[in-house]
């Protein structure tokens, strides 16, 4: 049975002079990071927030390693769609776009096939459409068929923004704001893995805020392309973390820093990497 006296003595154990050393470099590199991550969250945002007035057809998108435009993400109010996001399992894409306005005359039309093997330019289909017009995408299904669904263009919005792109921006700044927090006032190793550990979550949300294009077409950069996949593995990392910190016979002494423990759940990340 663990001693609760010895787990409370742990947590409130003043510092030590090595973690008085440590904390202050510990807590700088943790701000840098966080920095970083914000500049770059910043950039996206005010890419998404140039493109608010502009004509769209209700769903961001993106253009994938292929070179398809794929689906970001949907509006709520989109409904039925006919395609689904982009994903591991998922490969939905578009190979054709017709906009046809309110009198029903084909505004602008482009099918991919031989002649125009390129990708589908949905930037210059919206740039000839009105909100209400009709626009007709043609989507190559996963399983290799095809099929077509119609929605009508809507104008991007602070609305849109905000619900689509800003909540998500907040939760990322909230994560980040936790962990520095938990750093900063940490007593020990144990309380400073706690704010370590929410910089993944903070990473995966504030990459993902800003993931997709309106009408504009804007290839994701090197940095997005670089920290995307592995700010999932950090997440997994993370919470098992989280579980060898907190073990019972982890929390009947005060911890030091141990690769076991703290470096043993990322090594899958570097070998990611690499």
Known sequence: ?????VF??????TN???WQRLRPRLTIIYLLVALALLILSVIGHVRLLGEIGKTFGGFFWAIDTDDQVVIASTLPQTGQFGASASSLTNTDHFI???VKNKNGVTAYSWQQNQLHPGIVPLTAAYMHANPGDSVTYTIQHSNNTTGQTT???VRF???MWFENYGLTLLAGISWLLVGTLLLVTARDWTGAVEGITMLPPAMLFLLYSHWGNVQQAYPANIVFQLLWVPSF???GAAFIHLSLTYRPEALSARRRPHLMVDGLPYLPLIALVA
């Open 1 to 5: 049975m663990l001693d609760l006296s």
């Open 8 to 13: 409370i003595s742990s947590i409130h154990k």
């Open 16 to 18: 030590d002079p090595w």
């Open 96 to 98: 054709g776009i017709e």
């Open 151 to 153: 929605l009508q263009a």
């Open 157 to 159: 919005s602070w609305d």
């Open 233 to 235: 593995a950090l997440l």
